[in-house]
């Protein structure tokens, strides 16, 4: 497991079977946006591929493919991901009105 403030990522045996490609932006990757600060855990490297669950848009899945690759965030230390397959999940919090998720 590794984890970059409000991101999770967790290596998985597979894909699931219903996810679809997501097209980079800008040449890179986004995991999540900040929303006071504008920062976004990012990854940059060519030789990964990112897929959403075509149910849940909210579930991300990464493949790193031959060598490590690294998210980075502009106010969080990088983490290094191995070649894999990986979950991303994002943080939530409860509020009585509703669940939503973090944004750092």
């Known amino acids: 497991m590794f ?41 940059l490297e060519s030789h990964v591929r990112m897929f959403r669950d075509a149910s849940d848009e909210h579930r991300t899945f990464l ?7 690294r998210v980075v965030h502009e106010e969080h230390a990088e983490v290094v991901l191995p070649p894999g397959t990986y979950r991303v999940t994002r943080q939530r919090e409860y509020t009585p009105k509703k669940i939503h998720y973090v944004r750092d």
Do not use: N, W, Y
């Not at 493949?63 to 690759?69: A, G, M, T």
């Open 63 to 69: 493949e790193v493919l031959d060598s490590p690759c």
């Open 3 to 43: 984890r970059q403030g409000d991101v999770l990522i967790e290596r998985v045996k597979r894909l699931p079977k219903a996810v679809k490609p997501v097209a980079r932006k800008d040449g890179r990757f986004v995991l999540a946006h900040g929303e006071m600060t504008g920062h976004a855990h990012m990854i």
